[in-house]
């Protein structure tokens, strides 16, 4: 039972409900606490009212006949059964001596013509307590007007005890209520648990079951859902990133060791030891190339990058490295025409920026027939930085895998498949968008870049 009431303490839906539940039983007891204060004094001031009524009545009819007439008025008043059990009146002449009423003796307490009181008074035998009014009359005669408490006693005792009721109720109507929320919270929870427990084994295809019904846990659901998709995505392509790291570092290491092993045979000349040499150099340092790479793209994923942002002019940057390839496309027979120059300002690295307009311009000069064509155009907030060459192109349906780590549309050709990985990752970095499209012929790169504040 110990164990029970501990769990259930444990948990913080349950002290949360209990809370409120106390709380709401707290501002019901304020509630009531105000309403029979309130009750009562509206109760003792029309006692009050009535006291005072009484007492000028029987006042008047003193003054109009005599003391006789006084006496026989409370009597009549005593004996007419309307309230009397309630009623107090005390009649005594001017040396003390009881005349009328139902009173045993005079109240010993201070009062006088003006105020209403209470005291403890002996009516008809019996004890009780009074609100009483005190008058001294034209002879010297003491004329007391008054009305048990008894009720108010009994209507205080009633309240006191449906209170008490209400707040017994009240309390097992909160403890069951929080129990039951409790439960109600833990069985929606524990579908995300089990989830979350079969998934940290290794279970990374595992999905929350969507509930029978559209409420927050339906959204909290939907979201973890999506989370783990996101998360499930996340691990595959990291799975397969180090896999084919693996593959295009073992080959060529592989490769490596073999020749250099090949060359320490005894029987080997020296030339073929020197070119062994080179060849191992050769591979060193284009997997040196590769890891920076890698390290870049890792780096841009991280965002560590976005530190040296500051604004450049992209145009600019088109220009230099168009410039810079211009000698490369010459050599091949290729034009590179600049078509639309716009000045165009924003917020990024301009080192990591051409970088990948160099990677671009060197894909559409290595598959150009006969001629590239560069464009920078500003486009309200955005900046674009056509591409376009003549070449043979690619299908639409190779465009989605474009970017992917690794990924060569030609197996055969030299790189690591990397080039347009890092450029994607420049300009996701950016904020910006890469796109392909046919030109008919010939691959037409979209690159999309925002712009700042602050471009002219």
Known sequence: MTYFFRRLWNSISFRLTLNYGLLAILTTLILIVFIYVQFIGALRTE???????????????????????LISAIELTLSDRIDSPREIYLLLDKDGRKLAGNLADTPSLKATSTEV?????????????????????????????????????????????????????AVLLVLLGTYLFRRELAYRVSHIRRTTQQIGAGQLSKRISPPTRED????LNRDINTMLDR??????????????????????LTRIVGGLRAAQRPDVPVTEVLEANQRAIEGIESLNVLLEKLLQIAEMEAGIQRRSFKPCELNVIVTDVMEMYEALAEDKGIALHRKDLDNVTLTGDVNLLASALANLLDNAIKYATSQVVVNVIKQGN????????DGPGLPA????????????SDPSSE?????????????????????????QPGLRVILSLPLNSTHS
Request: proline share 1%.
């Open 47 to 69: 006692y009050a009212r009535q006291i005072t009524a009484t007492a000028q009545r029987l006042i008047v009819t003193y003054e109009e006949g005599s003391r006789v007439a």
């Open 231 to 252: 998360i499930e995505l996340l691990m595959k392509s990291a799975r397969h990133i180090s896999d084919t790291i693996a593959h295009n570092l073992r080959t060529p």
């Open 117 to 169: 009181f209470d005291a403890e008074v002996i009516q008809d035998g019996t004890p009780t307590r009074g609100r009483l009014k005190v008058q001294i009359l034209a002879n010297g005669e003491t004329l007391v007007v008054g009305q048990d408490l008894s009720e108010i006693s009994d209507i205080t005792a009633l309240i006191g005890r449906a209170t008490a009721a209400a707040i017994f109720l």
């Open 415 to 439: 790189g690591h498949g990397l080039g347009l990985t890092s450029v994607m990752n420049i300009v996701g970095l950016h904020g910006g968008t890469l796109s392909f499209a046919n030109a």
């Open 382 to 389: 955005t900046g674009l930085v056509t591409i376009e060459d």
């Open 397 to 408: 349906t190779e465009y989605e895998h474009l970017g992917k780590h690794f990924y060569r």
């Open 216 to 219: 927050e846990f339906t959204l």
